[in-house]
């Protein structure tokens, strides 16, 4: 394509290279107005697309980070209205973009629920939105959202432990009268490669004391650089992953499973898990945790 009007759509589309990394740009500055305007303005050109969608849901979450609880509220109630018209036409998870706006609308939304002391409500929203995407990438990350309101001093889900790396992994139920951590954790995650020296401490000063700790991951469809993977290839790799960066752990299990971690809400990686020795879930955290703050938690349910 030559000419100017060739020359004037390729600088449109470098100026919606990407809108998100734009949104989220100003969000950080605090510049929420400057974010709207120009989701606006790529909307008045583009449409509701789902990388428009994307966009609008970074400001729910910014604006929740920013405790700007109704602004949140509203981004999030769009955001669901749009992505909802665009599946009338299209599958949710036919690309990513999609996926990750609705994901962020529900979650933001039971968020500013529950902040609200609309607990019950934040919950009973959840399990609708979790039974209408049951079949779907989004379950994980709604079931983390609902088990933050519901799981601790509940007891615990159950385990899949058929296909095992390590040791070997024994159902929850059979580990009753011990302390059982779980550490759910990706071969790509480099948070979950930091938690290990933590949790080998742990597990050589609490081991003796009647602490288990029990690592779940799952397959990715790839291995190292992304690149596509078999079962079988990517197994290998996590196993590798596992001797290099968990090997120090004592007696580590790691079960690979999707289902655990739609179960378990394990979206976020690492996710840690403390089940006390009556199987009641004592500690339900996504994300990293320092050795003093483990140490402390497990203290309490090995005693």
């Keep these: 394509m030559t000419g100017k009007i060739g020359l004037l759509m390729l600088l449109g589309g470098m100026a919606w290279a990407d809108i998100v990394a734009d949104v989220r740009g100003a969000i950080a500055r605090g510049d929420f107005a400057g974010a709207e305007k120009r989701l606006e303005a790529y909307r008045a050109e583009k449409g509701v697309a789902p990388e428009m969608l994307e966009a609008l849901s970074w400001l729910g979450r910014g604006a929740l980070g920013a405790k700007r609880a109704e602004k949140a509220e509203a981004y999030a109630i769009e955001t669901f209205r749009l992505a909802v018209e665009l599946l009338k036409t299209r599958k949710l998870d036919a690309e990513r973009r999609l996926p ?174 403390l089940i006390d020795r009556g199987g009641l879930v004592r500690l339900y955290h996504p994300g990293e945790m320092s050795y003093e703050e483990l140490a402390k938690k497990v203290e309490a349910v090995v005693r």
């Design 100 to 273: 990750i706006a609705l994901g962020a609308a529900i979650e933001v939304r039971a968020q500013v629920m529950a902040a609200r002391g609309e607990r019950a409500e934040a919950v009973a929203f959840l399990n609708r939105e979790i039974k209408a995407y049951w079949d779907t990438s989004i379950r994980t990350r709604l079931q983390k959202n609902l088990n933050l309101l519901t799981l601790e001093g509940e007891l615990a889900p159950p385990l899949e432990t058929g296909q095992c790396l390590g040791e070997r992994a024994v159902p929850l139920a059979q580990l009753k009268g011990r302390a059982v951590l779980l550490f759910f954790w990706a071969h790509w995650c480099g948070d979950c490669m930091r938690e290990a020296p933590a949790l080998a401490k742990l597990a050589a000063e609490y081991g003796g004391r009647g602490l288990v700790i029990v690592g779940p991951t799952q397959f990715y469809g790839y291995r190292a650089r992304g690149e596509e993977a078999t079962p079988e290839d990517e197994l290998r790799y996590i196993d590798e992953v596992r001797q290099k960066f968990y090997g120090q752990i004592r007696g580590l299990a790691v079960p690979v499973s999707s289902e655990n971690f739609r179960v378990w809400g394990a979206s976020t990686t690492p996710t840690l898990v």
